[in-house]
């Protein structure tokens, strides 16, 4: 059950409390690195992504000044094509994202917490309740981008995009940490990304 629906949009974040780290794995070579390595090249993919959902965002912002201006564009072809990419955008990588937490959620996670130590099992547990955390902001990303494909206002699109950059930055870290506290363990020990 996802307990965090009624949370405010800026407590949505992974920056609770502190994480724990991973010591460095005196055994790891640059051949169990580049293995882990694999996982940011996924991640780049993923951030790449919702860069363009950004784009499409700013490209929206710059044309509109006002919930006038931005209801009266709808008339605008360039801009309804920006609604309805940022919209498939949005549904796009809102699944692609939450597959990609689910493999590691029911693979590659339950493998390197069966394989770790006690520190690695930290990790790997807090990256679980992160998870929570950017499911929660994809579940709103995706509301406010509909609404916009509905009807377009200035409250509508400010919604969006607070959502949009909540998640934005919300990823980064995420991505961050799992990157550098995973990417010796996933070569030493053998996992595949």
């Known amino acids: 059950m996802n307990t965090l629906h009624d949370t405010p949009l800026a407590d949505l ?6 994480r724990p780290e991973m010591s460095a794995l005196p055994e790891a070579t ?8 694999r996982l ?15 784009i499409v965002l700013d490209r929206i912002e710059a044309d509109e000044a006002s919930g006038e ?11 309804a094509q920006n ?3 940022f919209g498939s955008l949005c549904g796009r990588e809102c699944k692609v994202l939450t597959f990609h937490h689910d ?15 006690d520190a690695l099992r930290a990790v790997v547990a807090r990256l679980v309740e992160e998870h929570k955390v950017v499911h929660e902001l994809l579940i709103r990303l995706e509301r406010a981008a509909m ?5 377009v206002d200035a409250e509508k699109f400010n919604e969006a995009r607070a959502v949009f950059r909540q998640l934005e930055s919300v990823v980064h870290s995420h991505f961050g940490y799992e990157e550098t506290q995973l990417e010796e363990a996933i070569g030493v020990l053998g996992v595949g990304v």
């Open 103 to 117: 493999a590691e959620e029911y693979s590659l996670f339950p493998e390197l917490a069966g394989k770790g130590n």
């Open 30 to 37: 640059e051949q169990d690195r580049r293995m882990g390595r």
């Open 147 to 151: 609404a916009l494909m509905f009807e």
């Open 40 to 54: 940011a090249a996924i991640h780049r993919m993923h951030l790449n992504d919702v860069g363009r959902i950004g």
């Open 83 to 85: 609604v309805r990419q």
């Open 69 to 79: 201006d931005l209801s009266a564009a709808l008339l605008s072809a360039s801009f």
């Open 13 to 18: 974040t992974v920056e609770f409390g502190t």
